[in-house]
């Protein structure tokens, strides 16, 4: 397939690839979609397994049905008591589970996506059936992605934590200190990281590299197009928001029409709602991808026609009379 027409803005070419191919965003959608739809039955699986461990006496039953606040949290606290172990192992099983599945899906659909980029975009690169998969190293790499996602959600939940803690304890120079720095600096260092793992694989496609490689190299794409890789990042997360703020007035839509019709069809349009959004969200995603890969070739096509090649004199015959450069033969 020829490569799709280029132009001198790489924003416009990530949604030109999109159009010229639509499976792109129908393979995008499918390993997202497929590993949502599993977490989510994990997810309600290990809920239960948690639940059928907890044992609840007759009492226990008899005070329930009373349906008295008191005696309910007595009788709640009664049935959960011991369990908290049980339930960060269940926990923990499950988040280990998720990750490792997480980055087989995300290898295998940014593998494919990325491979048919490089193929559109680069003029002179292989054919798409050429390229290769590099499924080690993107693995490493959505292994990497997932542990300081996972590492950056951790440093938040306890500066939250020790926020509040301090301001129980009347301490408000600290608890502003882990809810403004603490906070700030998890979530600075979390999207900046993640960001830049997410980035890599299409340097060990593109170049063939390494895990390690990719990442150097990613930090050298971004160096030397740091204002056009800001522009384009930029731009796009202006119209993630204005798609976020726009889906939420139509998710909000549906419940003036509560009193109208069933609450089941009001959660229907709802989820509806929610479902376009994600739909919208990973086409801007990948549509930012694209201009990423799309940058990246005119990088190299801008590197190649500014060094120019070395200029070839053509020998002098002996005897021939030798002119100044100011003059012309007749």
């Known amino acids: 397939m020829f490569p799709p027409p280029r132009s001198h803005s790489a924003f416009a070419e990530g949604f030109a690839a999109l159009w010229r191919d639509p499976a792109l965003l129908a393979a995008e959608l499918t390993w997202r979609w497929c590993f949502g739809l599993s ?16 044992k609840v006496s007759p009492a226990d039953q008899f005070l329930l049905r009373t349906l008295q606040p008191i005696l309910l949290n007595q009788t709640v606290h009664h049935i959960f008591r011991g369990s908290l172990l049980r339930l960060l192992w269940i926990q923990a099983i499950l988040v280990l589970g998720l990750t490792l599945l997480w980055a087989l899906a995300a290898t295998a659909g940014r593998a494919a996506t990325l491979r048919r980029f490089v193929a559109m975009f680069g003029e002179e690169q292989e054919e798409a059936d050429e390229l290769t998969w590099r499924f080690r190293p993107v693995f490493a790499l959505n292994l990497l992605r997932a542990a300081w996602s996972l590492a950056a959600l951790g440093a938040v939940i306890a500066s939250l934590s020790l926020g509040i803690s301090f301001v129980h304890q009347e301490r408000p120079a600290r608890a502003a200190f882990f809810f403004v720095f603490g906070l700030a600096l998890a979530c600075a260092f979390g999207f900046v990281l993640n960001w830049f793992f997410g980035l890599a694989p299409l340097f060990c496609i593109r170049e063939r590299h390494g895990a390690s490689e990719a990442i150097h190299r990613t930090v050298d794409f971004c160096l030397d197009r740091g204002t056009r890789v800001l522009g384009i990042s930029l731009g796009f997360l202006l119209l993630r928001i204005v798609w976020a703020a726009t889906m939420f007035l139509f998710f909000l839509w549906p419940l003036n029409l509560s009193e109208k019709i069933a609450p089941g069809w009001v959660m229907l349009m709802m989820l509806f709602v929610a479902l376009v959004y994600f739909a919208g969200a990973d086409l801007l995603y990948l549509a930012r991808l694209g201009a990423y890969a799309s940058l990246a070739e005119q990088r190299d096509d801008d590197v190649a026609t500014e060094v120019p090649g070395p200029s070839v004199i053509p020998p002098v015959e002996p005897g021939s009379p ?3 450069a100011h003059l012309e033969p007749a």
């Not at 977490?39 to 907890?54: K, M, Q, T």
């Open 39 to 54: 977490a989510w039955v994990l997810a309600i699986l290990s809920a239960r397994v948690f639940l059928d461990s907890l």
């Open 322 to 324: 030798v002119l100044p």
